[in-house]
């Protein structure tokens, strides 16, 4: 049995762009994500990855909300495709994240004018402070 799935959370690097014919949509955009470690000079490493939607209905909410800035979890297979590089003549293998759903985890303020991405609000434990005499154990 094989297996290809895997789940990234980053920020988006880019705008997505969309296209493609009714019925046959697809949306795209760049993701860049920190490694889980720091490096010799104290700053972690990122990896970039271009993440593609297919589906009308789907990739027309990515194009729509998937601004530059925006941090995300993307949920997707890895896949390769080789093309011939037109400078050099010789095949190359490409790779991209065709990502089937997708977690905003942020917020995107929309208004009349502008979009743009805030974080969602921090709380402490002082927001959830509950007395003793109201928990039934």
């Given amino acids: 049995m094989n297996y290809n799935r895997s789940v990234r959370v980053g920020r988006i690097t880019r705008d ?7 019925g046959k949509k697809w949306a ?3 993701l860049a994500v920190n490694r889980s470690y720091k490096n010799s ?3 972690r490493p990122v990896d970039f990855f271009e993440v593609v939607t297919f589906g009308d209905g789907f990739s027309k909410m990515v194009a729509e909300s998937g601004k530059k800035g925006r941090l995300v979890l993307v949920e997707g297979e890895d896949r390769s495709q080789e093309r011939i590089n037109e400078a050099t003549g010789k095949k190359e293998k490409q790779w991209s994240f065709h990502a089937d759903n997708i977690r905003w985890l942020d917020y995107l303020e929309r208004t009349n004018t502008q979009s743009s991405v805030t974080e969602p609000p921090v709380f402490d434990e002082s927001d959830f402070h509950v007395d003793e005499e109201d928990l039934p154990f």
């Fill in 16 to 22: 997505a762009e969309s296209g493609g014919p009714e």
């Fill in 28 to 30: 795209r955009f760049g």
């Fill in 41 to 43: 000079e104290g700053k």
